[in-house]
């Protein structure tokens, strides 16, 4: 460490130990208690129903594209190209029954 790092890390040491120092403890009583409570049954601003929607719409999002997905690879198994597909699909099928 340089000379400016450790008089930065000294002032800064000492400005903390300052704060400790002036910082006030917390008055314990009935009044912080029912400040804790009012918290804690405060309304949640994701109570409204927010997240829920979020999550159908990226379902719904994730729905549309399986679908798209499907047509187009049902599509393209159908015409000459896609008779490669085709093939590799059904090695795939007999390989598959090897595991059992």
Known sequence: MTRQDD???NRLERVLAE???LRS???LGPELAGDVMRDI??????RNGAIERS????AL??????AVFTAT???????????????VAEE????????D
């Open 73 to 87: 690879a049902l599509w393209y198994a159908g015409t000459e190209e896609g008779a490669g597909a085709t093939l």
């Open 55 to 58: 999550v159908w719409q990226v």
């Open 7 to 9: 008089d930065a890390f």
């Open 41 to 46: 049954h405060a309304p949640s601003p994701v």
């Open 92 to 99: 795939f099928d007999e390989v598959s029954g090897l595991g």
């Open 61 to 66: 999002v994730a729905a549309g594209f399986a």
């Open 25 to 27: 403890e917390p008055v």
């Open 19 to 21: 704060a400790y120092q």
